[in-house]
C-alpha cells in the first residue's frame, strides 16, 4: 500500500464518518515510534501479546510490527476497509472489525497483553464511554503493562482508573497535528 492510497482510503473514511476517523491524515512516523518505544519489550520477552486499538491505515502498527513482531499484535479496527487492509499488509497479526469501546465483546476473552496501544479519537467521545474504555483496557493488562495512547490536547484525554496513573510521555511536535503521548498504568 502506498502513502497515497492510504491518505485516500484515510480521507474517504473520513468522509464517511467523520467523529471515528477523528483526524486529517494517518499519524507520522515521529509519533508511531513514539508510540511503539513505550512498550516494555520484557513484557513481550515473557510472552505478552500487544493490543492495538484504532489502527486505520496501519501507520502506527508499522512501528509495532517493527518492535515485537506482527505475530505478536492483534488489531481491533471498526473500519471494514481499513481492516482488510492491514489484514492483506500483514497476514501474522490478528485483525478483529469490531467495536473498542466494547471489548467483551469484541474480544471475548481477558487475555493480559504486555501493552494495548490506541489511536482511538478519545476526544470526540462523550467521557463515559472514554471511562468505559479504560475500565476495559484496565482488565486486560499484564502486571507492569500500560496503555498508551495519543492525542492532540494538552491534557490526557481521560482521568485514569483508581488506583492508575497517567504521564505524558513524548511530544511529537514533527506530526500533523501535533501530539502527545499518554502512558497510564498502575501506580
Ligand atoms: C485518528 S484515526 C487513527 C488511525 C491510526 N491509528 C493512525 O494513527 O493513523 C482513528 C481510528 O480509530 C478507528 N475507530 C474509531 N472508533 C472505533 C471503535 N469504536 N472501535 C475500533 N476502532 C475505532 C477509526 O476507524 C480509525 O481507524
Known amino acids: 500500500m502506498s502513502f497515497v492510497s492510504d491518505q485516500f482510503r484515510f480521507l ?19 509519533l ?6 513505550q512498550i516494555r519489550l520484557d513484557l513481550v520477552e515473557k510472552g505478552g501479546s500487544v493490543l ?12 509495532l510490527v517493527a518492535r515485537v513482531g506482527a505475530e505478536r499484535l492483534t488489531a481491533v479496527e471498526y473500519d471494514g476497509d481499513f481492516s482488510a487492509g ?37 476526544l470526540n467521545f462523550p467521557m463515559e464511554m472514554r471511562h468505559r474504555l ?3 483496557v484496565a482488565a486486560r ?22 488506583g492508575h496513573i497517567v504521564a505524558q510521555a513524548a511530544f511529537c511536535w514533527a506530526n500533523m497535528p501535533p501530539a502527545r503521548v499518554w502512558v497510564y498504568r498502575k501506580a
Open 12 to 30: 474517504r473514511a473520513l468522509a464517511a464518518r467523520p467523529k471515528n476517523v477523528g483526524a486529517v491524515a494517518p499519524s507520522g512516523p515521529q
Open 32 to 37: 508511531a515510534k513514539a508510540m511503539a518505544a
Open 52 to 63: 492495538e486499538l484504532g489502527p486505520g491505515t496501519g501507520a502506527i502498527t508499522g512501528a
Open 86 to 122: 492491514l489484514k492483506a499488509r500483514w497476514p501474522a497479526m490478528r485483525v478483529i472489525e469490531g467495536d473498542a469501546f466494547d471489548l467483551d465483546r469484541t474480544l471475548g476473552h481477558r487475555e493480559p497483553y504486555a501493552a494495548i496501544v490506541s489511536g482511538l479519537p478519545l
Open 134 to 136: 479504560l475500565d476495559g
Open 141 to 162: 493488562l499484564m502486571p507492569g503493562a500500560s496503555f498508551i495512547q495519543f492525542s492532540y490536547g494538552l491534557h490526557a484525554p481521560v482521568t485514569p482508573p483508581d
